[in-house]
């Protein structure tokens, strides 16, 4: 079945930075949009940035300017980098892969970012 393995999460000080891996397997990686969600403690999951098929973004207020998100299409990878890192960017990232219309498909399992003060 499809897999979403997400990588590169950790603990990091407030101001630092980090690169978020999304590797897909199973899946005709290139034809789908592929999106980045988070979820804080005690919060909903929200969605962060997503990349069409075609390389189109999409970026939440809250994260513009600061996260970048691209893929691999011969890796089969979907990345996030995320810079300028504050606590309250503290949440498990997930990414998911879809088709048009926000329909979000397959999930994986997410990486844990915790960003200390």
């Known amino acids: 079945q499809v897999q979403l393995v997400e990588s590169g999460g950790g603990l990091v000080q407030a101001g630092g930075s980090l690169r978020l891996s999304c590797a897909a397997s199973?899946?005709?990686?290139?034809?789908?949009?592929m999106g980045w969600f988070r979820q804080a403690p005690g919060k909903e999951r929200e969605l962060v940035a997503t990349?069409?098929?075609?390389?189109?973004?999409y970026y939440a207020d809250s994260v513009k300017g600061r996260f970048t998100i691209s893929r691999d299409n011969a890796k089969n990878t979907v990345y996030l980098q995320v810079n300028s890192l504050q606590p309250e960017d503290t949440a498990v990232y997930y990414c998911?892969?879809?088709?048009?219309?926000?329909?979000?498909?397959?999930w994986g399992q997410g990486t844990q970012v915790t960003v200390s003060s």
């Open positions: 998911a892969a879809g088709g048009s219309g926000g329909n979000w498909v397959y």
């Open positions: 199973r899946l005709t990686f290139n034809l789908f949009n």
């Open positions: 990349i069409t098929s075609g390389g189109s973004t």
